[in-house]
Protein backbone atom coordinates (compact mmCIF):
# COMPACT_ATOMS: atom_id res chain seq x y z
CA UNK A 1 0.00 0.00 0.00
CA UNK A 2 1.67 3.27 -1.08
CA UNK A 3 1.65 5.92 1.46
CA UNK A 4 1.06 9.21 -1.01
CA UNK A 5 -2.04 10.38 -0.20
CA UNK A 6 -2.20 12.33 -3.41
CA UNK A 7 -2.32 10.34 -6.67
CA UNK A 8 -1.22 12.27 -9.63
CA UNK A 9 -1.08 11.14 -13.37
CA UNK A 10 1.55 13.63 -16.15
CA UNK A 11 -0.01 15.55 -18.07
CA UNK A 12 0.62 13.04 -20.83
CA UNK A 13 -1.70 10.90 -19.34
CA UNK A 14 -4.91 12.55 -20.05
CA UNK A 15 -6.94 10.18 -21.81
CA UNK A 16 -6.68 10.24 -25.46
CA UNK A 17 -10.58 9.35 -25.76
CA UNK A 18 -13.45 9.49 -24.22
CA UNK A 19 -15.33 6.63 -23.18
CA UNK A 20 -18.96 5.78 -24.98
CA UNK A 21 -21.19 3.26 -22.86
CA UNK A 22 -23.34 3.15 -25.41
CA UNK A 23 -20.94 0.19 -27.07
CA UNK A 24 -21.47 -1.68 -24.24
CA UNK A 25 -25.08 -1.71 -23.49
CA UNK A 26 -26.84 -5.51 -24.31
CA UNK A 27 -29.60 -3.86 -24.19
CA UNK A 28 -30.31 -0.89 -26.45
CA UNK A 29 -31.40 2.73 -24.85
CA UNK A 30 -34.51 3.57 -25.97
CA UNK A 31 -35.29 5.83 -29.07
CA UNK A 32 -35.50 9.52 -28.42
CA UNK A 33 -39.09 10.72 -29.68
CA UNK A 34 -40.87 13.64 -32.09
CA UNK A 35 -42.47 15.24 -29.82
CA UNK A 36 -45.08 15.84 -32.17
CA UNK A 37 -45.26 12.28 -34.50
CA UNK A 38 -43.85 10.29 -31.28
CA UNK A 39 -41.74 8.69 -33.87
CA UNK A 40 -38.11 7.93 -33.23
CA UNK A 41 -35.76 11.19 -33.86
CA UNK A 42 -33.77 11.25 -36.76
CA UNK A 43 -30.43 13.30 -37.15
CA UNK A 44 -32.26 15.97 -38.96
CA UNK A 45 -34.50 17.09 -36.44
CA UNK A 46 -31.69 17.86 -33.62
CA UNK A 47 -29.96 20.37 -36.29
CA UNK A 48 -31.54 23.25 -35.48
CA UNK A 49 -30.16 23.05 -31.95
CA UNK A 50 -26.36 21.14 -31.87
CA UNK A 51 -23.63 21.28 -34.41
CA UNK A 52 -23.30 18.11 -36.75
CA UNK A 53 -20.36 16.71 -34.96
CA UNK A 54 -22.04 16.51 -31.04
CA UNK A 55 -24.93 14.67 -32.53
CA UNK A 56 -23.05 12.17 -34.42
CA UNK A 57 -21.73 11.93 -30.88
CA UNK A 58 -25.18 12.15 -29.57
CA UNK A 59 -26.29 8.48 -31.31
CA UNK A 60 -22.74 7.09 -31.67
CA UNK A 61 -21.95 3.65 -30.50
CA UNK A 62 -17.87 3.34 -30.78
CA UNK A 63 -16.51 2.56 -28.01
CA UNK A 64 -13.91 5.40 -27.83
CA UNK A 65 -14.50 8.66 -29.03
CA UNK A 66 -11.17 10.76 -29.67
CA UNK A 67 -10.59 13.88 -27.62
CA UNK A 68 -9.39 16.81 -30.12
CA UNK A 69 -6.24 17.73 -29.33
CA UNK A 70 -7.00 21.73 -29.20
CA UNK A 71 -9.43 20.46 -26.10
CA UNK A 72 -6.86 18.09 -24.44
CA UNK A 73 -4.39 21.28 -24.66
CA UNK A 74 -6.97 23.24 -22.48
CA UNK A 75 -7.84 20.39 -20.10
CA UNK A 76 -4.04 20.20 -19.06
CA UNK A 77 -4.44 23.59 -17.62
CA UNK A 78 -6.40 21.29 -14.94
CA UNK A 79 -6.26 17.42 -16.22
CA UNK A 80 -5.49 15.05 -14.85
CA UNK A 81 -7.24 16.36 -11.51
CA UNK A 82 -5.91 14.51 -9.04
CA UNK A 83 -7.13 11.91 -6.76
CA UNK A 84 -6.59 11.57 -3.07
CA UNK A 85 -6.91 9.00 -0.74
CA UNK A 86 -8.71 10.66 2.26
CA UNK A 87 -6.56 8.80 5.18
CA UNK A 88 -7.39 11.69 7.91
CA UNK A 89 -11.73 10.69 7.03
CA UNK A 90 -10.98 7.34 7.39
CA UNK A 91 -9.20 7.96 10.76
CA UNK A 92 -11.90 9.79 11.73
CA UNK A 93 -14.64 7.39 10.97
CA UNK A 94 -12.44 4.81 12.68
CA UNK A 95 -13.39 2.24 9.36
CA UNK A 96 -11.18 -0.23 8.00
CA UNK A 97 -12.53 1.00 4.32
CA UNK A 98 -10.19 2.58 2.15
CA UNK A 99 -12.21 6.25 1.16
CA UNK A 100 -10.77 8.31 -2.23
CA UNK A 101 -11.99 10.69 -4.07
CA UNK A 102 -11.56 12.39 -7.20
CA UNK A 103 -11.12 16.18 -7.37
CA UNK A 104 -12.75 18.09 -10.03
CA UNK A 105 -13.09 21.51 -8.11
CA UNK A 106 -9.42 22.33 -9.73
CA UNK A 107 -11.30 23.35 -12.60
CA UNK A 108 -11.44 27.43 -13.50
CA UNK A 109 -15.20 27.27 -13.05
CA UNK A 110 -14.63 25.24 -9.43
CA UNK A 111 -16.55 21.83 -10.77
CA UNK A 112 -16.44 18.93 -13.78
CA UNK A 113 -18.57 21.43 -16.11
CA UNK A 114 -16.16 22.73 -17.99
CA UNK A 115 -15.16 18.93 -19.18
CA UNK A 116 -17.71 19.47 -21.18
CA UNK A 117 -18.43 23.15 -21.51
CA UNK A 118 -15.13 23.18 -23.62
CA UNK A 119 -15.25 20.40 -26.21
CA UNK A 120 -19.06 21.65 -26.76
CA UNK A 121 -17.54 25.57 -27.51
CA UNK A 122 -14.97 23.73 -29.49
CA UNK A 123 -17.41 21.70 -32.11
CA UNK A 124 -19.74 24.68 -31.69
CA UNK A 125 -16.76 26.87 -33.02
CA UNK A 126 -15.45 24.63 -35.62
CA UNK A 127 -19.14 24.34 -37.15
CA UNK A 128 -18.44 28.18 -37.36
CA UNK A 129 -21.21 29.50 -35.02
CA UNK A 130 -20.67 32.17 -32.74
CA UNK A 131 -23.39 32.03 -29.93
CA UNK A 132 -24.96 30.08 -27.95
CA UNK A 133 -27.97 29.80 -25.75
CA UNK A 134 -28.58 27.50 -22.31
CA UNK A 135 -29.63 27.18 -19.12
CA UNK A 136 -28.13 27.17 -15.20
CA UNK A 137 -29.59 26.32 -12.60
CA UNK A 138 -26.67 27.13 -9.49
CA UNK A 139 -24.97 28.86 -12.06
CA UNK A 140 -21.98 26.32 -12.62
CA UNK A 141 -23.29 25.20 -16.01
CA UNK A 142 -23.66 28.77 -16.80
CA UNK A 143 -20.30 29.82 -15.58
CA UNK A 144 -18.17 27.13 -16.88
CA UNK A 145 -19.77 27.61 -20.90
CA UNK A 146 -19.17 31.29 -20.18
CA UNK A 147 -15.24 30.31 -19.67
CA UNK A 148 -15.61 27.85 -22.21
CA UNK A 149 -16.92 30.85 -24.71
CA UNK A 150 -14.52 33.05 -24.15
CA UNK A 151 -11.79 30.91 -24.95
CA UNK A 152 -13.55 30.34 -28.20
CA UNK A 153 -14.83 33.95 -29.28
CA UNK A 154 -18.51 32.43 -28.46
CA UNK A 155 -20.94 35.02 -27.17
CA UNK A 156 -23.21 32.99 -23.96
CA UNK A 157 -26.07 33.62 -23.40
CA UNK A 158 -27.63 31.97 -19.92
CA UNK A 159 -31.12 31.90 -18.48
CA UNK A 160 -30.25 31.25 -14.95
CA UNK A 161 -33.10 29.46 -12.53
CA UNK A 162 -34.47 32.92 -10.57
CA UNK A 163 -33.88 31.79 -6.91
CA UNK A 164 -30.18 30.74 -8.13
CA UNK A 165 -29.69 34.16 -9.69
CA UNK A 166 -31.01 35.84 -6.07
CA UNK A 167 -29.43 32.86 -3.86
CA UNK A 168 -25.88 32.74 -5.93
CA UNK A 169 -24.88 36.57 -7.48
CA UNK A 170 -21.42 35.98 -7.68
CA UNK A 171 -21.72 32.98 -9.95
CA UNK A 172 -23.44 35.42 -12.14
CA UNK A 173 -21.00 37.88 -11.49
CA UNK A 174 -18.56 34.97 -12.55
CA UNK A 175 -20.52 34.48 -16.21
CA UNK A 176 -20.56 38.14 -16.66
CA UNK A 177 -16.30 38.36 -15.78
CA UNK A 178 -15.78 35.56 -18.48
CA UNK A 179 -18.03 37.97 -20.71
CA UNK A 180 -21.30 35.62 -20.83
CA UNK A 181 -24.78 37.42 -20.49
CA UNK A 182 -27.03 36.20 -17.58
CA UNK A 183 -30.84 36.65 -17.71
CA UNK A 184 -33.34 35.61 -14.53
CA UNK A 185 -35.55 32.90 -15.92
CA UNK A 186 -38.54 32.98 -16.26
CA UNK A 187 -37.96 36.12 -17.86
CA UNK A 188 -40.17 38.37 -19.91
CA UNK A 189 -37.68 37.72 -23.16
CA UNK A 190 -39.67 34.65 -24.41
CA UNK A 191 -42.95 33.81 -25.42
CA UNK A 192 -42.23 30.38 -22.65
CA UNK A 193 -40.95 32.79 -19.71
CA UNK A 194 -43.72 35.20 -20.34
CA UNK A 195 -46.50 32.68 -20.10
CA UNK A 196 -45.34 31.39 -16.74
CA UNK A 197 -44.84 34.82 -15.66
CA UNK A 198 -48.96 35.58 -16.66
CA UNK A 199 -49.74 33.07 -14.60
CA UNK A 200 -47.34 33.43 -11.17
CA UNK A 201 -45.25 36.74 -11.42
CA UNK A 202 -42.97 36.10 -8.94
CA UNK A 203 -42.33 32.18 -9.96
CA UNK A 204 -39.12 31.15 -8.49
CA UNK A 205 -38.07 29.48 -11.97
CA UNK A 206 -37.00 25.57 -12.55
CA UNK A 207 -34.42 24.73 -14.87
CA UNK A 208 -37.23 22.94 -17.16
CA UNK A 209 -38.52 26.35 -17.56
CA UNK A 210 -35.03 27.86 -18.26
CA UNK A 211 -33.89 24.94 -20.64
CA UNK A 212 -37.49 26.10 -22.52
CA UNK A 213 -36.41 29.70 -22.69
CA UNK A 214 -32.68 28.85 -23.97
CA UNK A 215 -34.25 26.64 -26.52
CA UNK A 216 -37.08 28.82 -27.85
CA UNK A 217 -34.26 32.03 -28.07
CA UNK A 218 -32.00 29.28 -30.20
CA UNK A 219 -34.85 28.85 -32.38
CA UNK A 220 -35.39 32.23 -32.76
CA UNK A 221 -31.78 33.91 -33.57
CA UNK A 222 -30.79 32.14 -36.31
CA UNK A 223 -26.78 31.93 -35.93
CA UNK A 224 -27.23 30.58 -32.54
CA UNK A 225 -26.70 26.91 -31.38
CA UNK A 226 -27.86 25.43 -27.60
CA UNK A 227 -25.71 23.75 -25.48
CA UNK A 228 -26.71 21.73 -22.54
CA UNK A 229 -24.44 20.48 -19.43
CA UNK A 230 -25.92 17.54 -18.59
CA UNK A 231 -28.19 14.52 -19.55
CA UNK A 232 -27.56 14.35 -22.96
CA UNK A 233 -25.89 11.16 -24.14
CA UNK A 234 -22.70 13.79 -25.60
CA UNK A 235 -22.40 15.63 -22.19
CA UNK A 236 -22.00 12.37 -20.28
CA UNK A 237 -19.30 10.89 -22.33
CA UNK A 238 -17.19 13.80 -22.24
CA UNK A 239 -17.23 13.89 -18.27
CA UNK A 240 -15.62 9.93 -18.80
CA UNK A 241 -12.33 11.77 -18.35
CA UNK A 242 -13.19 11.65 -14.87
CA UNK A 243 -13.67 7.90 -14.91
CA UNK A 244 -10.91 6.70 -17.02
CA UNK A 245 -8.47 8.93 -15.30
CA UNK A 246 -9.68 7.89 -11.53
CA UNK A 247 -8.71 3.95 -13.07
CA UNK A 248 -5.43 4.81 -14.05
CA UNK A 249 -5.06 6.73 -10.52
CA UNK A 250 -6.54 3.62 -8.47
CA UNK A 251 -3.22 1.59 -10.02
CA UNK A 252 -1.00 3.81 -9.27
CA UNK A 253 -2.36 3.03 -5.42
CA UNK A 254 -2.47 -0.22 -6.25
CA UNK A 255 -6.00 -0.53 -5.26
CA UNK A 256 -9.57 -0.95 -6.88
CA UNK A 257 -12.86 0.38 -5.88
CA UNK A 258 -15.46 -2.13 -4.71
CA UNK A 259 -17.93 0.73 -4.67
CA UNK A 260 -18.10 3.84 -6.87
CA UNK A 261 -20.29 6.83 -5.67
CA UNK A 262 -21.48 10.37 -7.13
CA UNK A 263 -24.54 12.60 -6.79
CA UNK A 264 -26.86 12.80 -9.76
CA UNK A 265 -28.61 16.01 -10.69
CA UNK A 266 -28.87 15.21 -15.01
CA UNK A 267 -26.39 12.45 -13.95
CA UNK A 268 -23.16 13.89 -16.15
CA UNK A 269 -20.89 13.67 -13.19
CA UNK A 270 -22.18 10.31 -11.79
CA UNK A 271 -21.59 8.94 -15.23
CA UNK A 272 -18.49 10.53 -15.51
CA UNK A 273 -17.18 8.50 -13.03
CA UNK A 274 -19.16 5.83 -13.13
CA UNK A 275 -19.53 4.58 -16.78
CA UNK A 276 -15.68 3.97 -17.42
CA UNK A 277 -16.18 1.05 -14.17
CA UNK A 278 -19.44 -0.23 -15.93
CA UNK A 279 -18.24 -0.57 -19.12
CA UNK A 280 -15.27 -2.80 -18.14
CA UNK A 281 -18.03 -4.61 -15.90
CA UNK A 282 -20.59 -4.76 -18.87
CA UNK A 283 -17.60 -6.27 -20.67
CA UNK A 284 -16.74 -8.97 -18.55
CA UNK A 285 -14.40 -7.35 -16.29
CA UNK A 286 -14.15 -6.59 -12.17
CA UNK A 287 -17.78 -6.45 -10.37
CA UNK A 288 -18.39 -2.95 -8.72
CA UNK A 289 -21.37 -1.43 -6.85
CA UNK A 290 -21.77 1.62 -8.07
CA UNK A 291 -24.35 4.22 -6.14
CA UNK A 292 -26.03 7.38 -7.34
CA UNK A 293 -27.20 10.26 -5.22
CA UNK A 294 -29.86 12.34 -5.20
CA UNK A 295 -31.54 14.49 -2.99
CA UNK A 296 -35.10 13.64 -1.51
CA UNK A 297 -36.66 16.71 -2.22
CA UNK A 298 -35.78 15.70 -6.20
CA UNK A 299 -35.65 11.78 -5.78
CA UNK A 300 -36.05 11.19 -10.21
CA UNK A 301 -34.27 8.27 -9.75
CA UNK A 302 -35.67 6.68 -6.26
CA UNK A 303 -39.11 7.46 -6.55
CA UNK A 304 -40.32 8.93 -9.94
CA UNK A 305 -41.19 7.24 -12.81
CA UNK A 306 -39.29 5.56 -15.75
CA UNK A 307 -41.52 6.93 -18.83
CA UNK A 308 -41.30 9.03 -21.65
CA UNK A 309 -41.22 12.79 -20.77
CA UNK A 310 -40.49 16.45 -21.67
CA UNK A 311 -36.89 17.65 -21.02
CA UNK A 312 -38.38 21.02 -20.31
CA UNK A 313 -41.83 22.44 -19.31
CA UNK A 314 -43.17 24.43 -22.39
CA UNK A 315 -42.74 21.22 -23.98
CA UNK A 316 -40.39 21.90 -26.76
CA UNK A 317 -37.66 19.30 -26.58
CA UNK A 318 -37.92 15.95 -27.75
CA UNK A 319 -39.71 13.20 -25.45
CA UNK A 320 -36.88 10.61 -23.65
CA UNK A 321 -37.26 7.41 -21.42
CA UNK A 322 -36.18 8.93 -17.89
CA UNK A 323 -36.67 8.85 -14.47
CA UNK A 324 -39.01 11.53 -14.47
CA UNK A 325 -40.93 13.89 -11.88
CA UNK A 326 -42.86 15.24 -14.49
CA UNK A 327 -41.77 17.86 -16.40
CA UNK A 328 -44.43 20.65 -14.65
CA UNK A 329 -42.81 19.89 -11.11
CA UNK A 330 -41.04 22.87 -9.51
CA UNK A 331 -38.50 21.36 -6.89
CA UNK A 332 -38.49 23.23 -4.21
CA UNK A 333 -35.34 25.87 -3.83
CA UNK A 334 -33.51 23.97 -1.35
CA UNK A 335 -29.34 24.75 -1.71
CA UNK A 336 -27.98 22.12 -4.10
CA UNK A 337 -29.40 24.32 -7.07
CA UNK A 338 -27.41 21.70 -9.62
CA UNK A 339 -29.42 18.97 -8.67
CA UNK A 340 -32.81 20.45 -8.92
CA UNK A 341 -33.92 18.56 -12.40
CA UNK A 342 -37.21 16.98 -12.86
CA UNK A 343 -35.68 14.29 -15.02
CA UNK A 344 -32.50 12.17 -15.07
CA UNK A 345 -29.77 11.48 -18.07
CA UNK A 346 -31.75 8.90 -20.25
CA UNK A 347 -28.39 6.53 -20.36
CA UNK A 348 -28.33 7.11 -16.21
CA UNK A 349 -32.00 5.91 -16.20
CA UNK A 350 -31.98 3.01 -18.79
CA UNK A 351 -28.59 1.31 -16.40
CA UNK A 352 -30.81 1.98 -13.19
CA UNK A 353 -33.79 0.57 -14.84
CA UNK A 354 -31.81 -2.62 -15.63
CA UNK A 355 -30.46 -3.07 -12.07
CA UNK A 356 -26.86 -2.00 -13.16
CA UNK A 357 -26.59 0.76 -9.92
CA UNK A 358 -28.42 1.48 -7.35
CA UNK A 359 -30.07 5.00 -5.96
CA UNK A 360 -30.69 6.56 -2.68
CA UNK A 361 -31.63 10.00 -1.77
CA UNK A 362 -30.66 11.62 1.61
CA UNK A 363 -32.50 14.80 3.09
CA UNK A 364 -30.41 18.22 2.54
CA UNK A 365 -29.41 18.41 6.46
CA UNK A 366 -27.65 14.99 6.86
CA UNK A 367 -25.73 15.84 3.47
CA UNK A 368 -24.42 19.28 5.15
CA UNK A 369 -23.17 17.18 7.87
CA UNK A 370 -21.38 15.25 5.99
CA UNK A 371 -19.90 18.10 4.15
CA UNK A 372 -18.93 19.65 7.10
CA UNK A 373 -17.65 16.72 8.86
CA UNK A 374 -14.97 16.31 5.07
CA UNK A 375 -14.51 19.88 5.50
CA UNK A 376 -12.49 19.71 8.75
CA UNK A 377 -10.34 16.81 8.28
CA UNK A 378 -9.88 17.06 4.51
CA UNK A 379 -9.81 20.92 4.41
CA UNK A 380 -11.94 21.12 1.30
CA UNK A 381 -15.46 22.73 1.38
CA UNK A 382 -17.35 20.56 -1.44
CA UNK A 383 -20.16 21.93 -3.33
CA UNK A 384 -23.91 21.11 -1.83
CA UNK A 385 -24.12 18.97 -4.52
CA UNK A 386 -21.36 17.20 -4.02
CA UNK A 387 -21.91 16.48 -0.61
CA UNK A 388 -24.24 13.78 -1.33
CA UNK A 389 -21.76 11.55 -3.04
CA UNK A 390 -19.56 12.53 0.74
CA UNK A 391 -22.88 11.23 2.63
CA UNK A 392 -22.78 8.26 0.41
CA UNK A 393 -18.92 7.80 0.96
CA UNK A 394 -19.50 8.43 4.67
CA UNK A 395 -22.12 5.86 5.40
CA UNK A 396 -20.60 3.50 3.19
CA UNK A 397 -17.32 3.81 5.50
CA UNK A 398 -19.16 3.23 8.77
CA UNK A 399 -20.81 0.06 7.18
CA UNK A 400 -17.40 -1.55 7.01
CA UNK A 401 -16.93 -0.63 10.30
CA UNK A 402 -19.81 -2.20 11.17
CA UNK A 403 -19.23 -5.10 9.93
CA UNK A 404 -15.93 -5.24 10.22
CA UNK A 405 -14.60 -5.46 6.06
CA UNK A 406 -12.27 -3.74 4.58
CA UNK A 407 -13.57 -1.98 1.05
CA UNK A 408 -12.13 0.48 -1.47
CA UNK A 409 -14.64 3.50 -1.83
CA UNK A 410 -14.16 5.96 -4.69
CA UNK A 411 -16.49 8.80 -4.71
CA UNK A 412 -16.35 11.86 -7.19
CA UNK A 413 -16.11 15.37 -5.31
CA UNK A 414 -17.48 16.98 -7.92
CA UNK A 415 -16.62 20.65 -6.98
CA UNK A 416 -15.78 23.21 -4.62
CA UNK A 417 -18.47 25.16 -2.31
CA UNK A 418 -16.77 28.47 -2.64
CA UNK A 419 -19.91 30.35 -4.18
CA UNK A 420 -21.97 28.44 -2.00
CA UNK A 421 -21.16 29.75 1.57
CA UNK A 422 -24.47 30.97 2.29
CA UNK A 423 -25.66 27.53 1.96
CA UNK A 424 -23.36 26.59 4.80
CA UNK A 425 -24.05 29.79 6.73
CA UNK A 426 -27.61 28.93 6.72
CA UNK A 427 -27.37 25.11 7.85
CA UNK A 428 -24.52 26.09 10.46
CA UNK A 429 -27.27 28.34 12.04
CA UNK A 430 -29.77 25.55 11.96
CA UNK A 431 -31.71 27.51 9.25
CA UNK A 432 -31.80 24.67 6.20
CA UNK A 433 -35.33 23.05 6.20
CA UNK A 434 -35.57 19.16 4.70
CA UNK A 435 -37.79 19.34 2.41
CA UNK A 436 -40.09 16.66 1.13
CA UNK A 437 -42.22 15.92 -1.75
CA UNK A 438 -45.65 14.44 -0.81
CA UNK A 439 -47.27 11.99 -2.56
CA UNK A 440 -49.90 14.01 -3.86
CA UNK A 441 -47.74 16.62 -5.60
CA UNK A 442 -45.60 13.35 -6.80
CA UNK A 443 -49.05 11.72 -8.64
CA UNK A 444 -50.18 15.46 -9.60
CA UNK A 445 -47.04 15.92 -11.37
CA UNK A 446 -46.88 12.74 -13.07
CA UNK A 447 -50.62 12.35 -13.81
CA UNK A 448 -49.88 15.22 -16.74
CA UNK A 449 -46.94 12.68 -18.35
CA UNK A 450 -47.28 12.58 -22.23
CA UNK A 451 -49.16 9.39 -23.17
CA UNK A 452 -46.52 7.52 -25.57
CA UNK A 453 -47.77 4.33 -26.20
CA UNK A 454 -44.33 2.85 -27.09
CA UNK A 455 -43.57 3.17 -23.46
C1 LIG B 1 -24.14 20.76 -12.18
C2 LIG B 1 -23.59 20.11 -11.01
C3 LIG B 1 -24.12 18.92 -10.52
C4 LIG B 1 -25.31 18.24 -11.12
O1 LIG B 1 -25.17 17.87 -12.46
P1 LIG B 1 -24.81 16.42 -12.92
O2 LIG B 1 -25.03 16.47 -14.39
O3 LIG B 1 -25.74 15.47 -12.24
O4 LIG B 1 -23.40 16.17 -12.56
C5 LIG B 1 -23.55 18.35 -9.42
N1 LIG B 1 -22.50 18.92 -8.80
C6 LIG B 1 -21.96 20.06 -9.23
C7 LIG B 1 -20.79 20.63 -8.51
C8 LIG B 1 -22.47 20.69 -10.36
O5 LIG B 1 -21.91 21.81 -10.81
Redesign the pocket.
Known sequence: MADRVKFLLDDSRIPRAWYNLLADLPVPLPPVLHPGTHQPLGPDDLAPLFPASLIAQEVSTQREIEIPEPVREIYRQWRPSPLFRARRLEQALQTPARIYYKWEGVSPAG???PNTAVPQAFYNREAGIRRLATETG?G??GSSLAFAGALFGIDVTVYMVRVSYGQKPYRRALMEAWGAKCIASPSPTTAAGRAILAARADHPGSLGIAISEAVEATLATPGTKYAL??VLNHVLLHQTVIGIEAMEQMLLADDEPDIVIG????????AGIAFPYLGRRLRGGRAVRIIAVEPAACPSLTRGRYAYDFGDTAHLTPLVKMHTLGSTFTPPGFHAG??RYHGMAPLVSHVAQQGWIEARAYPQNDCFAAGIQFARVEGIVP?P??NHAVKAAIDEAVRCREEGVSRSILFNL??HGHFDMQAYTDYLSGKLQDLTYSEEELAMALAALPSVSSS
Open positions: SHKAQWGSCTGGGSNFGLAEACG
